[in-house]
């Protein structure tokens, strides 16, 4: 049973057109994720969420936010999209703390932008 | 800030065959962990291999295992009787204590049959 699910799965948009992404997870994490991979490089952090507390990656731009309503669901928002957004978003929990565990990830969100 | 290189974009090995995927990382920290993570095309990333920077002793995991040099900041990651199942995306990572899960650039291997 999956135990990270991304929706949805393929998104196409319009530049400028606002996108939300999201990830709900069973595992009951405290920490949940979010990557942005381009093809053929290494999955960037954008920001992270330990429980409720919000951790924006200094380089994230402002276009990107994020909501975590509760445990289980994360939400990816992208407010106006540009042609640079394009890329696989990928989701991701861990138990967090000093037990630094791994991440489980799921199959992740590929958004186009025309 | 935390890097992770990893210095070779591609790969091959044929079946059957042994291959080490090179890792090396900056940091000022004692305490952190290093991982190695398998992208097979089109799946989910997932989790091959974890070392904990105070463990001396290399981790292992089946055909998996690494070679851990703190001193060096060395973390290679060797498959032994590699599979075709074992075609995907290698990627080292690195964590601390804050949660931040810091990636390599990937290694793309393919083994051939």
Redesign the interface.
């Known amino acids: 049973d999956a135990m990270v699910i991304q929706n949805p799965r393929y998104q196409v948009t319009q530049f400028g057109k606002p996108v939300t992404l999201s990830c709900s997870q069973t595992l009951n994490h405290n920490v949940m994720y979010w990557y942005q991979q381009k093809s053929s490089q290494a999955p960037k952090l954008l920001f992270h969420y330990y429980d409720k507390d919000f951790n924006n990656e200094a380089d994230t731009p402002d276009n990107f936010q994020s909501r975590r309503p509760n445990t289980s669901f994360c939400f990816l928002d992208i407010r106006s999209p540009g042609l640079g957004d394009a890329a696989m978003y990928l989701c991701a929990t861990s138990r967090g703390g000093w037990v630094a565990g791994e991440l489980f990830f799921g199959e992740g969100s590929r958004l186009t932008v025309l | 800030a935390q890097t992770?290189t990893q210095s070779q974009?591609e790969m091959s090995v044929q079946e059957a065959e042994t291959v080490t995927l090179s890792c090396t990382y900056d940091t000022s920290e004692n305490n952190y962990?290093l991982?190695w993570?398998k992208q097979p095309p089109s799946?989910?990333?997932?989790?091959v291999i974890?070392q904990?920077a105070y463990k001396q002793q290399n981790a292992t995991e089946n055909r998996f295992s690494v070679n851990f040099q703190k001193a060096a900041k060395s973390f290679s990651l060797k498959i032994s009787d590699s599979q075709l199942g074992d075609t995907a995306m290698y990627?080292c990572a690195f964590?601390e204590?804050?949660?931040?899960?810091?990636?390599?650039?990937?290694t793309?291997l393919t083994v051939k049959p």
């Open positions: 992770v974009p962990y991982f993570y799946r989910q990333m997932i989790l974890r904990e990627f964590m204590g804050n949660n931040d899960m810091r990636f390599g650039a990937g793309r």
